[in-house]
C-alpha cells in the first residue's frame, strides 16, 4: 500500500462552511476520476490534508496532479508521530537519491502537534541523514536535495517530491457557461480556464458545412474529447449547431467587408438562445485583444450586442505562444491541425465597425429566422474520459 497527500490551494480562503462543501466536492471529483482511471483508492480526510492510500501510489499521484484544486501532490511515508520515526522515513528516501559531496535541506513542518518544534523536527531529521551518510552538506538556500517532513496529530508524512498540481478550484464548485469551441487553439485553452476556475462547461461548436475546412469537424471532436479528461468520470456535452444556412444567407446578401462581425454575432445569438435550457449564466470565447480584426475593441463590443449573457473572455491579454504552451500542456494542441480554413472571411474584414452599420447589414437577410432554426436544430455529442461515447443526437 502507498500514500498521495494533496494539497490545496486557494481553499485555503474560504469561510470554514464554503470549505468543507469545496474539499467534498473535490474529494468526490477525485473518487470519480480514480474510478474512471481504474486506481483502487481509499480517502484519509483531515482538516489541512487529503490522504489518499491504494496499491499503485504514482497511479494515484497521476489522476491527482490533473484535478482542478489541488495545488501539488506528492507519493510520500506515513509514519508514527515521534521525531525518530519521522527520521527514518526521510532516510529511507534520501539514501536513494544521496552521495558524498552532495548538500540537502530537510523542510519541516508542523501543525497541532505539541512537545516539538519545526526547527527541532528540521534538526534532528536532519542529523539522521548527516550522521548516516558520510560527506554531506547542509544547505538551506540551493540544496541539491530536499525532504520535507509534516508533523501531523495523525502522524508524519515524509516525501521529497512534489509534483504540481493545476491549482484553481474544484470542479463543479461554480456555475455553468457555454464555451464556444472552434477547431483553433484558443478556445479549447478558454475552455480549460473556466473548468479550473471551477465552472461546469457545456461546448457549443458552429459547423459551417461547405464553408469550413475540411479537418474542422475532427479537430473540433478532437479538443472536446481531450477536455473531457479534465473531468474524469463526468460528462462533457457538445452542441453542434448549423451554420450552413447562415453563411449561403449572409455572403449572398450581405457586405463581404462585415461577414466576421456578421458571423461571430450569428454565434452569440444562437447562444444566448440556448444558454437557458442548459442552465448557462456566461458565454465564453478564447478571444485575444487585437489577435485578428474581429478582435479589436471596437469590434468585440460590436459582437457582445449581440448576447444576451455575459461574455468571458480568459485568453484576452495572453500572447499567442502563451496560449500554444498550455494548450501543448492540456492536451489539445494539434502538431498538424489540416485544414481549418473558413471559405467566407473576406480579403480586408473591417476593423473598426460601428453596431448601425452591422444592423443594417443583418436587416438584409432573415437574421431571426435563420437563429431560430440554429437553435431548434443544435445536436449533442456527449464526450466521457476522453472519447466520444455519443454523437448527434437531438438536444
Ligand atoms: P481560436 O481563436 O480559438 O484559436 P479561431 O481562430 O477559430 O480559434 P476566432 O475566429 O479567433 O477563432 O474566433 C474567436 C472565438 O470565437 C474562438 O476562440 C471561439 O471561442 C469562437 N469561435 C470561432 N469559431 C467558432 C466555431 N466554429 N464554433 C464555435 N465557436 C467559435
Ligand atoms: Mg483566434
Known sequence: MGTVLVRF????????????LYLRKLQH???????????????????????????????????????????????CTQTGPTIPQMGAA???????????????????????????????????VGSVIYDAIPGLRVDLSYPDYEVFVEARPYGGLVYDERVPAPGGLPFGTQERVLSLLSAGIDSPVATWQVMRRGCLVTHLTFD?????????????????????????????????????????????????HYRCLLCKRFMFRVASGVAGREGALALVTGDNLGQVASQTLANLGVIEAAA??????????????EAVAL?????????????????????????????????????KFDLDGLVEEAVAGVRRVRAKNGVIVREDKRA
Open 90 to 124: 526521510a532516510f529511507a528516501l534520501a539514501r536513494r537519491h544521496l552521495r558524498a559531496g552532495m548538500s540537502f535541506a530537510v523542510r519541516a513542518r508542523r501543525q497541532d502537534v505539541e512537545g516539538m518544534t519545526s526547527q527541532q523536527i528540521g534538526a534532528e
Open 208 to 256: 459551417g458545412g461547405r464553408w469550413q475546412g475540411a479537418d474542422v469537424r475532427d479537430a473540433v471532436r478532437r479538443h472536446h474529447a481531450a477536455l473531457s479528461t479534465w473531468c474524469m468520470g463526468h460528462p462533457l456535452d457538445l452542441l453542434v449547431a448549423d451554420m450552413e444556412p447562415f453563411f449561403e444567407a449572409m455572403t449572398a446578401a450581405a457586405d463581404p
Open 9 to 20: 490551494g486557494e481553499l485555503f480562503l474560504k469561510s470554514e462552511n464554503v470549505r468543507r
Open 308 to 321: 444576451d449573457l455575459p461574455v468571458l473572455r480568459p485568453l484576452l491579454t495572453y500572447e499567442k505562444n
Open 29 to 75: 471529483n477525485m473518487d470519480l476520476a480514480l474510478t474512471a482511471s481504474g486506481v483502487e483508492h481509499e480517502f484519509e480526510v483531515h482538516r489541512d490534508r487529503l490522504l489518499v492510500h491504494g496499491p499503485d501510489a504514482a497511479a494515484i499521484a497521476r489522476v491527482a496532479a490533473r484535478t482542478f484544486g489541488l495545488v501539488d501532490v506528492a507519493v
Open 327 to 363: 494548450a501543448r500542456r492540456i492536451g489539445t494542441f494539434d502538431e498538424d491541425a489540416g485544414d481549418l480554413s473558413c471559405a467566407a472571411v473576406p480579403k480586408r474584414p473591417a476593423t473598426q465597425a460601428k453596431l448601425a452599420m452591422i444592423e443594417k447589414e443583418e436587416a
